[in-house]
């Protein structure tokens, strides 16, 4: 069989894995956010932190509750991180020095996952699981509260109530992320992944040195890192690590998690608004961009542009010959389109227009499917964008589910899209022109400047891969990407639920003959239209400096 054959039916069977998943967790996710009942562990859990979660809150009371249990999560984390030293389970690591403490508590308090630190000689198991691993999954359940809060707006009218985000949070982990995270953990088990709290030991002699591991609970904490689209690996290696991905079965596998969450609550978002129909065009508007790149970065992999690639089948620098030039372009894609940023392969290693491809992913703000919960609610913005140009070219009053888009709601969402194209460009520009930022570049031209690039728009982005070749454990970029992880994720949420609290108080708008029909291929066409020109205009000039260049040079 040959390497081409290979990559599209893994690609076939991945789509018919997510096909059969796709209704039974979408249709148990709306009843999770939909039901009047607590069960009795989640009765424990609200006692414990002081929550009543039949109060029903506005979008303000909503936000103040997603801000203060995130500001908490990054005290926790950074602290247990400076701590490390004097906790049982370090292996004997350090305390983490403060600029990577703040870098690191952020990134996973933001579901980004972002490491400018080799996991496993930094990290030690208590750190790793009451920490990292804790994150992980409340990170997740945060951003599936934000969608479900702005489905509610949609659903609703006259009201400016959204639910309560104590029980989505905790409905979220309890009845969703943990059940499925553990089936998966037993899955990659017996998949080969390891299972253990041992400590550091030596493993063998290579060229004069030994060579040494640690252990970890690394089957769970993979579970729940690609469930959770989160991407934080044990192991620096991430999921190119045996450990953590030990065979073609089990990175399968791990791509189907990454995916079927977000792919999943569109289904859940069209039960809720009571038009599943409505569901089917975000899905399908998902999966057209998904499968045009996965197929895009396909070809740029396989084709073959002199002896060496001819010879090899392809480019397979920096790629797991496990995995194989199909595997690893299916990854790469769904890491990048959702915010997983966990990788199987080097980034850096792929071909110039491959490189820019990943970019071109995040840029397009991880909407295809997206993150748990950020991809639904990005998507959401995005149509509603796409019933606003609508509406300007037939001069109509524009409206989505029955709800008018006025100029409050314009304002909302286009603020929403302008925040992270602003943070990745300034950023990008501001460390390019420094003198010391650009030391930690290890390529010149186009190529280092894609490194750059790549690091502000994953931060930006809450994704968290690594171009690599770029020293980012630096004062400056532990800093200032901390600073882009913030920015990208909460600002944007501040904007997406002031715009769901906007469209809870409207009351609904009957659909006439001169209603866009939004269930209809015709606005699927539209929408993904909108996504990428609105994309292609913001970041053109950037990816022309950065991978077009190196691309059409090679």
């Known amino acids: 069989m040959g390497p081409v054959l290979a990559g599209a039916l893994q690609l076939l069977a991945l789509i018919a894995a997510l096909a059969l998943a796709y209704k039974p967790l979408g249709t148990h996710m709306a009843k999770v956010y939909s039901s009047d009942q607590h069960w009795r562990v989640e009765k ?105 809060a702005l489905v509610r707006g949609f659903a609703r009218s006259r009201t400016g109530e959204l639910g309560n985000f104590w029980a989505d949070l905790v409905r979220g ?23 253990n709290f041992s400590g550091i030991h030596e493993v063998g002699q290579f060229m004069g040195g030994s060579q040494q591991w640690n252990g970890g609970a690394v089957a769970s904490t993979e579970a729940i890192k690609e469930l959770g689209t989160n991407g934080g690996g044990i192991f620096n290696a991430n999921s190119a690590h045996p450990f953590e991905n030990p065979t073609p079965l089990s990175n399968l596998f791990e791509i189907f998690l990454i995916l079927v969450i977000p792919f999943s609550l569109t289904r859940t978002f069209g039960l809720m608004v009571g038009s599943v129909r409505q569901g089917y065009a975000i899905l399908a508007t998902m999966a057209t961009i998904w499968l045009g790149f996965t197929a895009l970065m396909m070809w740029t992999e396989f084709a073959h542009h002199g002896p060496a690639f001819d010879i090899a089948g392809g480019a397979y620098e920096g790629k797991e010959v496990r995995f194989g030039i199909g595997g690893s372009s299916i990854f790469a894609t769904a890491t990048t389109l959702t915010s997983t940023g966990a990788v199987n392969s080097f980034h850096s290693s792929f071909t110039g227009l491959g490189g820019g491809i990943t970019m071109l992913g995040m840029m397009l703000g991880e909407i295809a499917p997206g993150g748990t919960g950020s991809g639904l609610y990005g998507m959401l913005i995005m149509a509603i964008i796409a019933v606003f140009i609508a509406g300007l070219m037939v001069g109509r009053t524009p409206e989505y589910l029955g709800k008018k888009i006025g100029t409050r709601e314009i304002k909302l969402a286009a603020c929403y899209i302008l925040v992270t194209p602003a943070l990745v460009l300034v950023f990008t520009a501001f460390a390019m022109a420094l003198p010391t930022p650009a030391n930690s570049m290890t390529n010149s031209g186009a190529h280092g400047f894609s490194e750059i690039l790549y690091a502000y728009t994953s931060a930006s982005n809450n994704n968290g891969s690594a171009f690599a070749g770029l020293n980012a454990d630096t004062q400056w970029f532990n800093t200032t990407l901390g600073l882009c992880m913030l920015l990208g994720r909460f600002v944007p949420m501040v904007f997406v639920l002031a715009l769901a609290g906007s469209l809870a108080e409207q009351k609904p708008v009957p659909a006439t003959a001169g209603t866009l029909r939004t269930e209809k291929p015709l606005f699927t066409g539209l929408l993904v239209g909108a996504i990428l020109i609105i994309t292609g205009l913001t970041y053109f000039p950037a990816l022309a400096l950065g991978p077009l260049a190196e691309g059409l040079a090679s």
């Open 173 to 195: 982990v309890v009845r969703i992320l943990v059940p499925v995270a553990f089936v998966a953990a037993i899955v990659l088990v017996t998949c080969g992944a390891i299972q």
């Open 44 to 148: 424990w859990i609200y006692k414990g932190i002081g929550a009543n979660p039949d109060t029903e809150m506005r979008w303000t009371a909503y936000l103040r509750g997603v801000l203060a249990f995130s500001v908490v999560g990054v005290l926790f984390l950074y602290l247990l991180q400076r701590l490390q030293g004097v906790l049982p389970g370090s292996l004997g690591f350090a305390a983490i020095d403060p600029d990577q403490a703040f870098n690191t508590a952020v990134s996973f308090v933001t579901n980004t996952n972002w490491q400018s630190y080799y996991g496993e000689q930094a990290m030690g198991h208590v750190v790793q699981t009451a920490g990292l691993a804790v994150q992980n999954f409340v990170s997740a359940a945060v951003g599936i509260a934000v969608a479900v």
